[in-house]
């Protein structure tokens, strides 16, 4: 074989040699563990995190130093906000341990994301890198120096109450919708304020001279300038003129629901202002002449066994929103039954509320039976908005115990934010109650089966006559702990999201309104008193088959 075919040869082979043979493998810098104060943050849900964290992440090699720069990323979820960190090594520089150079902020959610910049000191770059969640501790330090429960309770009552008496309409004397509503009035919540008038004057924080001048006020323009439809007023109204103001396109004529809110706040005052004089004898003459105009019957729509929630003066029964229970309009066929001009029948409560039975429940959730309504209850306004005046300790039909339902709803309620089954920050015993309400992304009505992490403060407080001490410690728990954050000029903001660290800026009238009328409930009984009273509201429950 000559030389040249040799060295041909020899190629061949080496070439071949090196095409069969394996590559060497890469290496990679591992993360094999970290822990958050010494926890592991596997479960992606750490809690009560020290707002100091020490953060340890051990590595599979010895570490470049210089490639921990700026490799943490910390991230508050609430603000976006980044904060820096500083780190050393351990364990023959194996291990960082990172910690923040600013302390975090108590109850807030946190990002840790771990980037593929950090390489071992041989120039191994990070396998693939890491992003946990965490959330650290509540600031458990009172907020305001400790008084006692009674002397809370009246401090709630009379700061919520300056949302109806600082900041009632000046022309009317109504309720403003919310706190940035203008001329916007609202007849449902107006109904709850003016049942807050006979608790303030109880309470001393305005005359009964006052109370009355006010009541004078609102029952003057709901007669002579407030619009309405068949007696029916509309859900808004223009606080200056009484013109309505639209609630949705087609919803700018009567409002069934949010009238008997009005009804049940002035049947409330009739009986409240009794005494033998002129301005009182005016105002209840006042009173009677508004409520002996609302037909009832006239949202039969032609006697129809359902009473209807909307009519137009535009688009007549377009909306076409049969009334059915279970929810917060209980009162609405109480008060169509009571009526002395416009009534409707027993079998429109039977076959239009009811359902003959269909708004059943029976089922037990977190141990406790629900008698009626959709299941684990709904929001928790369906038993606060009827029960401000009627009283439910001892009220029975046909359908349910309504003790049995305010009570366990309320507890279901509160059994879910206990349970926390979509792990939002901050729910507990005492950071509970789901209802309607503002949220961060506009306005919901929050309940077990629509919950987005939104806690509403009138939920747990206008529940204080169903669950007492659960309520109490829940109102503790929002004014010496979170009080900073939710107490403000009119009372209790209107929600918050410590999931989200969200806080509304909003009051509504709708929400105040109960707080107050309810803890009076639960101190003296007095606007159920006042309430169950009323001949008519007396005539009415009867009729409907109530035991009370």
Known sequence: MSLILRIFVLSITLLSSCKNASPTPATFLEVKSVLIDGLNPSANNLQNISTNPKITINFSSKLNSSSLNNSLILTNFATRDTIKTNFQLTKNDSTAIFSPQNPLKNLSKYSLELNQTVKSSKNEQLQSGIQVNFSTLMDSTDK???????????????????????????????????????????????????????????????????????????????????????????????????????????????????????????????????????????????????????????????????????????????????????????????????????????????????????QKNGSTFYGHKLPLGENLGGPLFFEQYTFLGIDPRNLSDAYANYAEQTRNHSLINRAYCIDNPKKYLGYSKDCWGLTASDTYNGYSAHSPTNDLGVITPTAALSSMPFTPAESMDALRFFYFKLGDKLWKNHGFIDAFSLDRGWYATSFLAIDQGPIIGMIENHRTGLLWKLTMKDPDVQSGLKKLGFKF
């Open 144 to 358: 305001f120096p400790r008084i006692s429960d009674e002397a809370l309770l009246t401090l709630v009552q009379k700061q919520t109450f300056k949302y109806f008496w600082d900041f009632g309409h000046p022309v009317s004397g109504l309720a403003r919708e919310r706190d940035t509503s203008g001329d916007i009035i609202t007849s449902g919540g107006s109904g709850f304020g003016i049942m807050a008038i006979p608790v303030a004057i109880e309470r001393s924080f305005i005359s009964r001279t006052e109370g009355l001048d006010r009541m004078l006020k609102i029952t003057d323009f709901l007669i002579n300038k407030a619009e309405k439809f068949h007696g029916v007023f509309p859900h808004w109204l223009n606080g200056a003129t009484g013109a309505t103001v639209p609630f949705s396109s087609k919803d700018n004529g009567a409002d069934l629901v949010e009238t008997s809110y009005l009804m049940m706040g002035l049947l409330a005052t009739r009986q409240y202002f009794d005494q033998n004089s002129e301005k009182e004898n005016q105002l209840r003459k006042q009173i009677t002449q508004l409520w002996e105009a609302v037909e009832w019957d006239w949202h039969t729509q032609n006697g129809q066994k359902v009473l209807y929630w909307h009519w137009s003066p535009n688009y007549a029964w377009q909306m076409n929103h049969q009334i059915h229970g279970w929810n917060e309009a209980l009162i609405t066929y109480i008060l169509a039954a009571a009526s002395p001009t416009h009534a409707i029948s027993k079998d429109v409560y039977d076959q239009g509320w009811a359902r003959s039975g269909a």
